[in-house]
């Protein structure tokens, strides 16, 4: 299984890296452009991920936008909804308005308010389809 984790803070991207190295690789990437750029490398190079934990609060270019943009590359290369990466929304932000945008406008495919929780976020991996085995 591939990850992509992005988020600003130092604190959240070690403790996601933690909880999901055991089932797969870890890319990290500090904010949304950064991760807009590692998720078109990972698609153009036929490695696309798995899962993505998004940060919705970050510099640069935030969690909903980032959301936006992965949304239109897998548009434009025409992938289907069902090859559509799986979105994690992971914030502070527990903000009706911030979980509509995320769920309507991004269309993400889940939202978690900090503080992460490790069998919070690894039950809800699951409940997206994703099977979660632990890597030699």
């Known amino acids: 299984m591939k990850f992509l984790i992005v988020d600003d803070d130092f604190d959240s991207r070690k403790l996601l890296?933690?909880?999901?190295s055991p089932y797969g690789y870890c890319d990290i990437a500090v904010d949304g452009e950064e991760g807009v750029e590692a998720f078109r490398v990972a698609l153009k190079e036929g490695e696309p991920y798995d899962l993505i934990c998004l940060d919705i609060l970050m510099p640069n270019m935030d969690g909903q936008q980032a959301l936006?943009?992965?949304?239109e590359i897998e548009k434009d290369l025409g992938r289907t909804p069902e090859q559509a990466v799986k979105v994690v929304m992971i914030t502070g932000l527990d903000d009706s308005k911030e979980v509509h945008d995320a769920f309507f406008l991004g269309d993400a495919t889940?939202?978690?308010v900090k503080p992460i929780r490790k069998q919070l976020l690894?039950?809800?991996i699951e409940s997206l389809g994703l099977e979660l085995t632990k890597i030699a």
């Open 122 to 124: 690894l039950d809800e």
């Open 110 to 112: 889940s939202y978690i």
């Open 17 to 20: 890296q933690k909880i999901l």
């Open 68 to 71: 936006r943009e992965f949304r």
